[in-house]
Nanobody
């Protein structure tokens, strides 16, 4: 199973970006999907998560500005980021909890490579 993230870039404060992450490989089922970010010199933190039933959870810092969604048919998770701030700068990584290969195997977490988001003031 591989996760490929895209959509990062350099934007100005107040602008928007949309991140995408596609899971591929021998996938039987994808449970939760999520986005995490790591700012320079800081630990990685959860930004937003979405369950297979489309229940969502957000970090307080992004509530009202970011929206997570997913397309089950395409094994893809999105993160729409509006009204970006300099403190949103960081490497954004996607995570998916996947049952791979055989239906009876336990789910495990897979990570994408990360995409850099830079917000200038």
């Amino acid at each position: 199973v591989q996760l490929q993230a895209s959509g990062g870039g350099l934007v100005k404060e107040g602008e928007s970006l949309r991140l995408s992450c596609v899971a591929s490989g021998s996938i039987f089922r994808i449970d939760d999907m999520s986005w995490h970010r790591q700012a320079p010199g800081q630990q990685r933190e959860l930004v937003a998560a979405i369950s297979a039933g489309h229940l969502t959870n957000y970090a307080d810092a992004v509530k009202g500005r970011f929206t997570i969604s997913r397309d089950g048919a395409k094994n893809t998770v999105f993160l729409q980021m509006n009204n970006l701030r300099p403190e949103d700068t960081g490497v954004y990584s996607c995570n998916a909890r996947v049952v791979a290969g055989r239906y009876y195997l336990p789910p495990r977490d897979y990570w994408g490579q990360g995409t850099l988001v830079t917000v200038s003031s």
